[in-house]
């Protein structure tokens, strides 16, 4: 046991240094598009105030002061391609990361299935690695938030600023769809995404184990448990369903768990004995 949990720590150690270089270049794209637009935003409005021949007070008297908010508004679209592009290369680098085993040199996926270990710690430090990717963008997102409340109070005079608290902040915003303030939002949100990463990665098994069919069959399973699970998702907000929200959300997480163990099982019985080089 103890063995093998080292193993997995290695791996999963691997597969990170593996992909921290596209970590680091998403993060600091981010960081530069919502902090720098942020900036941008807030010196045009002031020097717009500027020029109107305003003083703070006679603009706060008509306006109530200049939000946080307000400005990141003018920031929504480019703030969401910035989040695209990380979920972009996410999901890309979930295929990827199996890919590039078997395309890479020397054939590297050999040497690692050849391994004195179970062949499923080769999955899960995948998937660990997957996660470490997610949650570090996550985090990076809470600290971008951060930095954006700093960066408002260091431009707006005192005069303009209307103070919220940070879940505020987020609660406002759109980012509450990747930054759920609540636990039971944030388990389903990031529930799904597991799933996805956990169909994507069967997906990729199933096409080394049967190749163009299971390629095709992978998909297909994929698709149809990402559209239900969809269905229910939208249901659960329809309040002309024909079931109540709480049995929507019942069959939403009974279908995301039996997504997942169906995925970890198939994942587990393809590396055993389908998979080869």
Request: glycine fraction near 6%; proline fraction near 0%.
């Given at each position: 046991?103890?063995?093998?949990?080292?193993?997995?720590?290695?791996?999963?150690?691997?597969?990170?240094?593996?992909?921290?270089?596209?970590?680091?270049?998403?993060?600091?794209?981010v960081a530069l598009i919502q902090l720098g637009g942020l900036s941008m935003v807030t010196r045009t409005r002031l020097s717009q105030i500027e020029r109107s021949g305003m003083t703070l007070a006679e603009f706060k008297l008509q306006n109530s002061g200049l939000s946080l908010l307000e400005l990141l508004g003018e920031l929504d679209g480019v703030t969401g391609v910035a989040i695209a592009c990380c979920i972009v290369v996410v999901a890309a680098y979930t295929l990827i990361i199996w890919y590039r085993d078997w395309f890479g040199r020397a054939s590297f996926a050999y040497r690692l299935l050849m391994l004195p270990h179970p062949r499923f710690l080769l999955y899960l430090s995948k998937l660990a690695a997957i996660l470490t990717f997610v949650f570090s963008l996550f985090a990076w997102q809470i600290v971008i938030v951060a930095g954006q409340m700093l960066l408002y109070h260091v431009q707006i005079p005192h005069q303009l600023r209307i103070e919220r608290t940070f879940i505020d902040t987020i609660r406002s915003t759109d980012l509450v769809i990747f930054i759920p303030v609540r636990l039971t939002e944030f388990l389903l949100v990031y529930g799904l995404g597991l799933v996805i990463v956990l169909l994507l990665f069967t997906t990729a098994l199933l096409e080394r184990s049967y190749r163009l069919k299971g390629l095709l069959g992978g998909l297909a399973l994929s698709a149809a448990a990402f559209v239900l699970l969809v269905w229910l998702w939208a249901g659960a907000e329809d309040r002309g369903s024909f079931l109540y929200p709480t049995e929507l959300l019942a069959l939403f997480i009974g279908v995301l768990l039996v997504s997942a163990a169906a995925a970890l099982w198939l994942g587990w019985r393809l590396l055993r004995g389908k998979v080869s080089v």
């Open positions: 046991m103890k063995t093998n949990l080292i193993a997995l720590l290695k791996l999963a150690d691997l597969e990170i240094r593996r992909f921290r270089g596209i970590l680091l270049g998403l993060m600091a794209l």
